[in-house]
């Protein structure tokens, strides 16, 4: 089970500093706007070692945020939960004998969506998800709510660069395949081997240079009126075609 961490807010210079340095989970620092104070440009320091998203923002905003008044132009969000790295989930599979199985979103913003694919990914015997640093969400306390105790058993790795973590893995034999709505039917597709499933955002799917990088697209078959699903479900559907084609694969014939 992996090492819990409450979702909370930092305050003030020395906290700040001294969680950086104590090796806390910090998903996001806000930082007053202009502000070139030597304890603050060592926080900044520190930030720019790991995966925080640094924001800077007008005093009215961090006065806003505060709950002690007394943030001294710093206030740091740490996260839910610890994040893993990439060769985690590679080491997971390796230690069940498995190809690789993983999940990559891209532009996931929505909590709710996040916990509702992590549920969803332990369902399916995943080996991890990966998320992008910027643009997406972390893991928040409504992430780990919504994931039901999901959260605690399917690691997530948070990386700088999707595109680079996708040649990476090419690298280690995996292959990749995105939601797209002009693919191939998903049940033509082959989703066993070491594989990579990426889900895109619900209003601009998955980026382009993402895209370019998979190796195939798998559509999702629809005959109604609305023209894409809720990112979660989507996942869920491609997700149970891939284990149900794993599954057959590995047993020859398909459980009920």
Known sequence: MKERYEESFLEGRNSVLEAFRAGKTIDRLYVLAGCKDGPVQSILREAKKGDTIVRFVAKERLDQMSGSGRHQGVIAKTAAYEYAQVEDLLAEAKKKGEDPFLFLLDGIEDPHNLGAILRTANQLGAHGVIIPKNRAVGLTGTVAKTSAGAINYTPVAKVTNLVQTIQDLKKQGLWFVCAAMDGEVMYKTNLTGPLGIVIGSEGSGVSRLVRENCDFCAAIPMK????????????GVLGYEAFRQRLEKHTGNVET
């Open 224 to 235: 109604g009126q609305i023209d894409s699903l809720n990112a979660s479900v989507a996942m």
